[in-house]
């Protein structure tokens, strides 16, 4: 949002992320950028409906800057998209598929973390993959050979018979990242993928995901 920077910014927010933004929109329309700002934030509760007042007003002093509330949290709206929530209006389309007309469709064509990794804590590494592989079609060899793959590839075969409940959050989200890529998804949507984590285990699994975007 810097007064030099003259291109387009887009932010996206929600809850405790907000008010920052708020600010720094504030401070760089003061100084006089010019470049428009869209903002897209989830109003929740009235905190935010406070800020959307806020917005509303500078949105009024400065024509640049443009908001929009999306009536969602963002968890609540990517649950939309991969369809696990049926949205009450609208529709979107991940790789020429509708999530609302066509959801099977549209879970085929996506990986999916939810927020927090959730996975079944009594079972291994290695039950827990072959559970969701199945789910996902593949058995025999070829599920086997997609386990295999991904442990190698998000470095868990070290702990690939142990309970899921006696691992590290690290390992716990390296162990979210392999289902989610079990079918080699053209689509990948991760919720909060490094929430909790330690800075060592952000940086870790921050690298995965820049090292899976290369490919």
């Known amino acids: 949002l810097k007064e030099a920077h003259t291109g387009p910014i887009l932010a996206?927010?929600?809850?405790?992320?907000?008010?920052?933004?708020?600010?720094?929109?504030?401070t760089a329309l003061a100084k006089g950028r010019r470049g428009p700002v869209h903002l897209y934030f989830g109003a929740r509760d009235e905190q935010d409906v406070y800020l959307e007042d806020r917005f509303k007003a500078l949105a009024a002093q400065h024509p640049n800057l443009t908001y929009q509330v999306v009536l969602s949290q963002p968890s609540a709206a990517t649950q939309r998209r991969t369809g696990f929530l049926v949205p009450t209006s609208g529709t979107a389309r991940i790789c020429g598929h509708d999530v609302?007309?066509?959801p099977r469709d549209v879970k085929n064509v996506i990986g999916y973390m939810p927020e927090g990794s959730p996975s079944y804590e009594d079972m291994s590494v290695a039950a827990f993959l072959k559970f969701i592989a199945e789910i996902r079609g593949f058995s025999g060899a070829d599920r086997d050979a997609r386990i295999a793959k991904v442990a190698k590839r998000l470095d868990i075969t070290d702990v690939i018979e142990r309970p899921i409940g006696v691992l590290s959050k690290?390992?716990?989200?390296?162990?979210?990242?392999?289902?989610?890529?079990?079918h080699d998804p053209p689509v990948?949507?991760?919720?909060?993928?490094?929430?909790?984590?330690?800075?060592n285990q952000k940086h870790q699994v921050r690298g995965?995901?820049?090292e899976m975007s290369a490919e």
């Open 12 to 26: 996206l927010a929600g809850g405790s992320g907000l008010a920052p933004i708020a600010s720094i929109v504030e």
């Open 100 to 102: 609302v007309t066509s």
């Open 170 to 182: 690290g390992y716990r989200r390296r162990v979210g990242l392999a289902q989610s890529i079990l």
């Open 188 to 199: 990948l949507l991760l919720d909060e993928p490094t929430d909790g984590l330690d800075p």
């Open 208 to 210: 995965l995901i820049a």
